[in-house]
C-alpha cells in the first residue's frame, strides 16, 4: 500500500477558511502564519497514516526467552475522530514470544503504539489494531494491550466530565487464559 501524502497546501487552505467560518479574520496580524502552523502540526500529528506496523517491528532477536514481556505505561497522544481533539492516556503492551522465542526491542512497542495513535482515531480500534499488528508480525504466543485514555471531547465541550478515563484491552492467544491474564494484569496496575 503507498503512503498516503500529506496535503500542506489544501490543509493550509482548509484552515483558512475555518477561521472565516468561525468569524475570524485569517489575514489580521496575529493569524497570518496559523494556516501555515496549523498544517505542520496536523502532518505531525497524523504521521502514523503514512506508517504500518512492519515499518517499527523491524529489530526482532532470537533470545530463547518464552516468559511475559511487558512496557507499561507509554504516553499516548491521539486524536478523536470524532470531533478532531486529543484523547491522551497510557498504554499497556504485553506478549508472550512464539516458539521460536523470538522478541523484539522495547522501543518498538512504543513506537506501534505511535503508528496506530497519530492518526484519526477512536480508542477501541487503537487497542485492537497494536494487539492485532503484534500477532501478525511476532507470531506470539499471546498478546495484551490495555489502554486508559482521557478524551478531550468528553472534558472540553460536550458532556464535560473531565476526569473520566476509558479503558479498553485486546487480549490474545495464552493470555487468554485467566491464570496469565491475571498476572498481567496484576503488572499493568501494581
Ligand atoms: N466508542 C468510542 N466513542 C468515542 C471515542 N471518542 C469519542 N467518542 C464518542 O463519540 C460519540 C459521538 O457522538 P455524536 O452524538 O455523534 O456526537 P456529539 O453530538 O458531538 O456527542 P457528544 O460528545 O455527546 O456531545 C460521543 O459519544 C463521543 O464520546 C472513542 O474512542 N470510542
Ligand atoms: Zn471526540
Same mark, same amino acid.
Given at each position: 500500500m503507498s503512503k498516503p501524502e500529506f496535503d500542506h497546501a489544501r490543509a493550509e487552505r482548509a484552515v483558512r477558511e475555518l477561521l472565516f467560518a468561525i468569524?475570524?479574520? %485569517?489575514?489580521r496580524e496575529g493569524l497570518k502564519e496559523t494556516p501555515a502552523r496549523v498544517a505542520r502540526s496536523y502532518a505531525e500529528i497524523t504521521?502514523?497514516? =503514512?506508517? &504500518?506496523?512492519s515499518d517499527v517491528l523491524t529489530t526482532t532477536f532470537e533470545l530463547g526467552h518464552d516468559e511475559m514481556i511487558l512496557v507499561k505505561d507509554i504516553e499516548v497522544w491521539s486524536m478523536?475522530?470524532?470531533?478532531l481533539v486529543p484523547f491522551t492516556g497510557v498504554a499497556h503492551v504485553g506478549y508472550i514470544p512464539g516458539t521460536d522465542g523470538r522478541i523484539t526491542g522495547l522501543s518498538k512497542l512504543a513506537r506501534l503504539v505511535d503508528v496506530y495513535s /497519530?492518526? %484519526? &482515531?477512536v480508542q477501541e480500534r487503537l487497542t485492537t489494531q497494536v494487539a492485532e499488528s503484534l500477532v501478525e508480525l511476532l507470531k506470539p504466543r499471546g498478546v495484551i494491550v490495555v489502554i486508559e485514555c482521557e478524551h478531550l471531547c468528553m472534558t472540553m !465541550? =460536550?458532556? !464535560? /466530565?473531565?476526569?473520566a478515563k476509558t479503558i479498553t484491552s485486546a487480549v490474545r492467544g495464552q493470555l487468554r487464559n485467566p491464570v496469565t491474564r491475571a498476572e498481567a494484569m496484576s503488572l499493568i496496575v501494581g
Amino acid at each position: 500500500m503507498s503512503k498516503p501524502e500529506f496535503d500542506h497546501a489544501r490543509a493550509e487552505r482548509a484552515v483558512r477558511e475555518l477561521l472565516f467560518a468561525i468569524g475570524e479574520d %485569517p489575514d489580521r496580524e496575529g493569524l497570518k502564519e496559523t494556516p501555515a502552523r496549523v498544517a505542520r502540526s496536523y502532518a505531525e500529528i497524523t504521521a502514523g497514516l =503514512g506508517m &504500518q506496523a512492519s515499518d517499527v517491528l523491524t529489530t526482532t532477536f532470537e533470545l530463547g526467552h518464552d516468559e511475559m514481556i511487558l512496557v507499561k505505561d507509554i504516553e499516548v497522544w491521539s486524536m478523536c475522530e470524532h470531533h478532531l481533539v486529543p484523547f491522551t492516556g497510557v498504554a499497556h503492551v504485553g506478549y508472550i514470544p512464539g516458539t521460536d522465542g523470538r522478541i523484539t526491542g522495547l522501543s518498538k512497542l512504543a513506537r506501534l503504539v505511535d503508528v496506530y495513535s /497519530k492518526r %484519526p &482515531q477512536v480508542q477501541e480500534r487503537l487497542t485492537t489494531q497494536v494487539a492485532e499488528s503484534l500477532v501478525e508480525l511476532l507470531k506470539p504466543r499471546g498478546v495484551i494491550v490495555v489502554i486508559e485514555c482521557e478524551h478531550l471531547c468528553m472534558t472540553m !465541550r =460536550g458532556v !464535560r /466530565k473531565p476526569g473520566a478515563k476509558t479503558i479498553t484491552s485486546a487480549v490474545r492467544g495464552q493470555l487468554r487464559n485467566p491464570v496469565t491474564r491475571a498476572e498481567a494484569m496484576s503488572l499493568i496496575v501494581g
